[in-house]
C-alpha cells in the first residue's frame, strides 16, 4: 500500500485475479477522495472518487473504500487486466487543494 | 469533454535559459488551473494555484520568481521555467478545475516533460 517514503510500493497480480490497492490519508479535514492511474509518461487518469460522507462506491470494475476512523482509502480492481499495468494514486482533497500519496506500481503477471 | 492539452510534451533546454508550457482547458473554461511537478518513481507534489486573472498562489518552498505563471484566460495559463538549471529537469503537469456544478471535478494534462542540459 501507499506510504509516505521515497520508494515507490509495487504490486504484483494474477491476471484475472482481483487487486487492492491501499492508501492512508493524512488530514481528517479531506472531504474528498480520488483514485488516479498514472501510465508511464502520461499524466493521471481519474479512476473512481468518493465524498466523505461515504464508505463505499463503485464504479466498472472498481470499487472504492473510505475508513474515516482510521484515515485509509483502498481501491479494489476486479478480474484485472493487463491494460491495468500502471501507477495508482490516491489523492485528497482539503480546502480546494489535493495532495497525492506515493502510489503503487501495479504489475499484472500473465 | 474536459479535455486538458499542453505544449510542448516534451523540451530540452541549456542551463539559464527559460521555458514556457501551455496548459489550455480545450472544451470547458476553468478559473482555477493547478501545475504540479514530479521527479521519477515520485508523487505528483502541488507547486501553484494558477486562478484566471489574479497572481498565482505558490506553496511552500516553491520559488515565485522562477517558476512565473500566468493565467490570462479561462483556457490558458503558462508556466515559464526561469534561468533553467539541471535540477529544474522533471515532468510538469497542469490541471484544470471545472468551474461548475457542485461536484469537484479536476482534469489533468498530459504533462511536460523538461530536461535541462
Redesign the interface.
Known amino acids: 500500500g501507499e506510504s509516505v517514503g521515497?520508494h515507490?510500493p509495487t504490486l504484483s497480480v494474477q491476471e484475472g485475479d482481483n487487486s487492492i490497492i491501499n492508501c492512508a490519508y493524512s488530514n481528517s479535514a479531506s472531504d474528498?477522495f480520488?483514485w488516479?492511474k498514472q501510465e508511464s509518461?502520461?499524466?493521471?487518469?481519474?479512476i473512481i472518487d468518493i465524498r466523505s460522507n461515504m464508505d463505499k462506491r463503485q464504479g466498472q470494475r472498481v470499487t472504492v473504500l473510505l475508513n474515516k476512523t482510521v484515515k485509509h482509502l483502498s481501491l479494489q480492481i476486479a478480474a484485472t487486466q493487463p491494460g491495468d499495468s500502471a501507477v495508482y494514486?490516491c489523492a485528497e482533497?482539503t480546502h480546494?487543494?489535493?495532495?497525492?500519496?506515493?502510489?503503487t506500481r501495479l504489475t499484472i503477471i500473465p | 469533454g474536459a479535455v486538458v492539452s499542453q505544449h510542448p510534451s516534451w523540451v530540452i533546454c541549456k542551463s539559464g535559459t527559460s521555458v514556457k508550457i501551455e496548459c489550455r482547458s480545450l472544451d470547458f473554461q476553468a478559473t482555477t488551473m493547478f501545475w504540479y511537478r514530479q521527479f521519477p518513481k515520485q508523487s505528483l507534489m502541488l507547486m501553484a494555484t494558477s486562478n484566471e486573472g489574479s497572481k498565482a498562489t505558490y506553496e511552500q518552498g516553491v520559488e515565485k520568481d522562477k517558476f512565473l505563471i500566468n493565467h490570462a484566460s479561462l483556457t490558458l495559463s503558462t508556466l515559464t521555467v526561469t534561468s533553467a538549471h539541471p535540477e529544474d529537469s522533471s515532468f510538469y503537469i497542469c490541471s484544470a478545475r471545472v468551474s461548475s456544478g457542485s461536484r469537484y471535478e479536476q482534469y489533468f494534462g498530459p504533462g511536460t516533460r523538461l530536461t535541462v542540459t
Do not use: A, D, M, V
Open positions: 521515497l515507490l474528498y480520488i488516479y509518461g502520461k499524466g493521471p487518469q481519474f494514486f482533497n480546494e487543494k489535493l495532495t497525492f500519496g506515493t502510489g
